[in-house]
T-cell receptor
Framework: AQKITQTQPGMFVQEKEAVTLDCTYD???????LFWYKQPSSGEMIFLIY??????QNATEGRYSLNFQKARKSANLVISASQLGDSAMYFC????????????FGEGTQLTVNP | DTGVSQDPRHKITKRGQNVTFRCDPI?????LYWYRQTLGQGPEFLTY????????KSRLLSDRFSAERPKGSFSTLEIQRTEQGDSAMYLC?????????????FGPGTRLTVT
């Protein structure tokens, strides 16, 4: 089974609107972390936001917030007030306590922000 | 620039040749990771170091692949007898060992093309 599933290969949003990128995960660990990364066409992976499995509040970082629903095993990324520079590939990733230090990534969602 | 750096950024080689990539992590980071990313996919974990010790290797890391971090600073990833299937982006990341879930910071990657 896939550990990280991103069901939206591509998403489109109008500039200044909000967009939600979906991510579901599968783990039997009690302790794990969920990460979102942005990868522009230049190729570098840029860390955006982190949510720990024991965190009771949803993580926020500027225009990024993480909608964490533990029972549903989902960790959706919400980008508010989209900007043209937000156009990129977005990856959800997980680190499980029992899997050492590795990050397991989903297949990504290509976000396009239209003017 | 105090981020993760990788050299070279691009490498084109003929099948059967050996190639070596270098990664310089963020200076105070003691953990260093290698990932491989093929077109349209998320990164896949290859191996990681804590200081100079290689603590984990993925089954993706065949006998033709070897990684070193001799002085706990920069790391090299060597691929011997390259095959066309080795064509991919090779990403390096580093992190602090503050908590189990410290975020990993990625370099710009080395894009390998095997002809």
């Amino acid at each position: 089974a896939q550990k990280i599933t991103q069901t939206q290969p591509g998403m489109f949003v109008q500039e200044k609107e909000a967009v939600t990128l979906d991510c579901t995960y599968d783990t039997s660990d009690q302790s794990y972390g969920l990460f979102w990364y942005k990868q522009p066409s230049s190729g570098e992976m840029i860390f955006l936001i982190y949510q720990g499995s024991y965190d009771e509040q949803n993580a926020t970082e500027g225009r990024y917030s993480l909608n964490f629903q533990k029972a549903r095993k989902s960790a959706n990324l919400v980008i508010s007030a989209s900007q043209l520079g937000d156009s990129a590939m977005y990856f959800c990733a997980m680190r499980e306590e029992t899997s050492g230090s590795r990050l397991t990534f989903g297949e990504g969602t290509q976000l396009t922000v239209n003017p | 620039d105090t981020g993760v750096s990788q050299d070279p950024r691009h490498k084109i080689t003929k099948r059967g040749q050996n190639v070596t990539f270098r990664c310089d992590p963020i200076s105070e980071h003691n953990r260093l990771y290698w990932y491989r990313q093929t077109l349209g996919q998320g990164p896949e974990f290859l191996t990681y170091f804590q200081n100079e010790a290689q603590l984990e290797k993925s089954r993706l890391l065949s006998d033709r692949f070897s990684a070193e971090r001799p002085k706990g600073s920069f790391s090299t990833l060597e691929i011997q007898r390259t095959e066309q299937g080795d064509s991919a982006m090779y990403l390096c990341a580093s992190s602090l060992m503050q908590t189990v879930f410290s975020e990993q910071y990625f370099g710009p990657g080395t894009r390998l093309t095997v002809t």
